[in-house]
């Protein structure tokens, strides 16, 4: 029960205390004590909460919303419908959890008896202290909140705020609709999509978006959701609180949506869940961004590793793969990339190798970059992660079970609405369906997803082959050129 709080600066003013997160350091028979009833209480979260809460749930992670709201915000754009995204923060959320009401909630979801009893004793008669600056303060009480840094935080914070969201959310019609196929047979662009679901927000524990295709149905989704929180002791922070619209032809005027009276920042891009969306559904923003980052984290490494010949390039190679390139590469399973984006990825990765290899620009130019790649013990090209992310991805959600909301959005499109004429958007089912013809998979990979280990063969052998055709026709044309 007793714990002691450090401050972890999050981003922002250094100087501004809201800008810290308290994380709260407790003892290890307190985490087992809090692991074994995490255990009960999982499987209590998981028959009760949203579909639509992804955060902290077993099979489910940040890629589930990431390819959620990049094909709501990509299909609104390609089928020309207006859709407006609030992103919603809430401030301080996991520590103004109200205990008592938390209690009443745990009750009310058929959580009682001694689970609730433990759970109960466990938040009872809390203490903490604060460490900073070398030294901790004297113990003080606290009664409210859930602690962070407790393995049972998240899944009390998700029950409370699923309770929160399903009373705002009960009686309104308003979000995004759409129509999707059940059990498809073929992936296809042109499916007849038979069902329809309604979409009106994506949770990530207490990351909020909330989605709706008209401005006055998001002004009455953001004032129910904000009058319930504070019944509930939550509270909106309208200074992060932002407002991020698609709208391709510009059809409506620019929103006003208010909260609390007060108008909500419009936004041109957004970071959610570590991806910047805009407006207009491209990567430009998110590539220049995971460019800054990977480069940051090559970078910090060239001293302490990359720099010294004594560490063989073996290690070095690993190190990159595990630490800059998922780095660089975050979210590249929702990825619609354009060639150009791609080469602006592979000239990064290159530039990379050489430094890691000590190949210079002004002496040794004229290396292909296959053969560096070679050197790097066959690292893998961006093109070929990306493609393989994609697929990987594609399985994933394959196998989904049918209720799933990605697995919704891969086979469904905004009901009612026909497509504009025109040359089709790039978006990321067309970069799949062009990875699937690739690997002749296009007829067949709805049964081949299903299982897993096959999957994850056909998808790893694809690349190879598609190497050794280029290199085949590379061979074949070198040879009718001497002819």
């Not at 049972?152 to 308003?174: K, V």
């Not at 979000?175 to 999707?180: D, E, H, N, S």
């Not at 008209?214 to 959701?225: D, K, T």
């Not at 460019?291 to 690993?318: V, W």
């Amino acid at each position: 029960k007793d714990s002691a709080i450090v401050a972890i600066f999050k981003k922002g003013d250094i100087r501004d205390c809201g800008n810290y997160r308290g994380i709260s350091l407790l003892s290890i028979p307190g985490k087992v004590y809090a692991l074994l009833l995490l255990d009960q209480l999982s499987d209590r979260m998981e028959a009760t909460v949203l579909e639509h809460q992804a955060g902290f749930r077993r099979g489910r992670s940040t890629s589930d919303h990431l390819f959620s709201l990049n094909q709501i915000l990509s299909d609104a754009f390609e089928y020309n419908v207006p859709t407006h995204t609030c992103f919603i923060d809430l401030r301080k959320a996991y520590d103004t959890v109200n205990r008592p009401a938390l209690w009443r909630v745990l009750h009310q979801s058929g959580l009682s008896g001694k689970l609730q009893r433990l759970l109960r004793e466990l938040h009872t008669n809390t203490t903490a202290t604060v460490k900073a600056f070398g030294t901790t303060s004297a113990p003080f009480n606290i009664t409210n909140g859930v602690r962070q840094g407790c393995v049972l935080a998240p899944a009390l914070f998700n029950i409370f705020l699923d309770h929160i969201i399903r009373i705002a959310l009960s009686n309104s019609n308003d979000g995004v609709t759409i129509q999707y196929t059940v059990g498809p047979r073929k992936f296809s662009l042109r499916a007849n999509h038979r069902q329809s679901e309604l979409i009106q927000i994506l949770l990530y524990a207490d990351d909020m978006a909330v989605v709706c295709d008209s401005p006055e149905g998001l002004n009455r989704l953001v004032s129910s959701i904000d009058n319930i929180s504070q019944s509930w002791g939550l509270d909106i922070s309208q200074p992060k609180t932002e407002n991020l619209s698609v709208d391709r032809h510009h059809q409506q005027p620019t929103p006003n949506i208010t909260l609390r009276n007060h108008p909500i920042k419009q936004v041109s891009e957004f970071k959610y869940l570590g991806r910047t969306f805009s407006e207009i559904p491209n990567l430009d923003a998110e590539i220049s961004c995971r460019l800054s980052k990977a480069n940051a984290s090559f970078y910090r490494l060239t001293a302490p590793l990359y720099r010294r010949p004594e560490i063989s390039l073996r290690t070095k190679i690993k190190i990159f793969r595990s630490t800059v390139l998922p780095t660089l590469l975050y979210g590249s399973e929702t990825w619609a990339p354009l060639q150009s984006h791609v080469r602006r990825l592979e000239t990064f990765q290159i530039k990379c190798l050489r430094y890691i290899l000590r190949i210079r620009w002004a002496t040794h130019g004229n290396i292909s970059h296959n053969s560096i790649r070679k050197r790097c013990f066959n690292i893998s090209s961006i093109a070929t992660s990306l493609r393989i992310n994609r697929l990987r991805w594609f399985g994933h959600v394959v196998r989904m079970d049918k209720s799933r909301l990605p697995r919704k959005l891969l086979f469904g499109k905004p009901a009612n609405v026909a497509r504009p004429r025109g040359r089709p958007f790039a978006n990321w089912r067309q970069c799949v369906t062009n990875d699937l013809k690739s690997i002749h998979q296009l007829d067949t990979c709805i049964a081949s997803a299903n299982s897993r280990a096959e999957w994850r063969k056909i998808i790893h052998q694809g690349p190879k082959q598609l190497r050794s055709n280029r290199s085949s026709r590379l061979r074949h044309s070198t040879r009718i050129q001497r002819k």
